[in-house]
């Protein structure tokens, strides 16, 4: 029988392929195709527009990395919005924080977050949680009309471009600062340190001017381009060195597989070429 790849092609240059056994769904909604297949070494994966965007077998390095390090170095995360994250990933690390009171998730497309708890459940089953509420709708207009405020944000969303691409510019920004508290903590999906180093050094760009505190840091995955990825930590005082307790992760006690006190400290070394490019 003919082998099938489940095959992501990025920017034109460099492909990546992951044994497909089946495929499990295929859909379009007005914004994006929405496809979920059974691989023979990586469990599920979900892909929009062809792009990998989770895969079962290492998803829990992206999510783990995306929330413990905004929630472990905010004093006292309650109220937590994330934007994007349809799979489920980041609200399910974000929930692990028992401090949390409420996270809501803002998802643009219904079509993801209804594949994502139908074929990877144990990514989103934390979508149930009855501290997680699930705005359907664009994540830019939430930010701009909402009245409540929130102690962290986390952007976990598409590339910068369709329906994610104003997720990436001054004005979005501008309303998280509004919507974050005092002591306020955001995070973005910022790329492949690689491939895409402009669009860490244009949202950083983007947000100089609006926190304080602004640091890449890095994880790297079995999924993603390159093997290598980041986030932006952002927030209007706590610092991800100078205010983070190690004590605090080991007395949480929670079920992790990446992230520990090590790690969220590791994070934020940066490797000479990147250093450099951002002007640390
Ligand atoms: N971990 C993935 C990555 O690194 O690319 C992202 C996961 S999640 C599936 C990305 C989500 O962002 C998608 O479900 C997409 O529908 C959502 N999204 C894109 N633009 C959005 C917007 N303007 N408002 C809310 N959600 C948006």
Redesign the pocket.
Known sequence: MRTRWADESYQGIVRTGFRMKRRLFKGKSP??TVEVVETSGHGRL?L?DGMT??SERDEFV?HEMIAHVPLFTHPRPRRVLV?????GGSVREVLRHKGVERCVL????PL?VAASRKYIPKTAAALSDRRCEIRIG???RFVRETAERFDAVIV????PFG??K??FGPAFYKDVRRVLTRDGVVVS?AGSPFYEIGTIKNLMRILKPVFPVVEPYLFTNMTYPGGLWSFLYSSKGPRPSRDFKPARVRAARLPLRWYNARMHEAAFALPEFLRKAVGR
Do not use: K
Request: net charge negative.
């Open positions: 914004f994006q979900l929009i965007m989770v992206y934007i994007g994250g349809g799979d803002a998802e643009i497309d993801v664009d994540g830019v976990d969303s598409t590339e329906p994610a104003e997720l999906q």
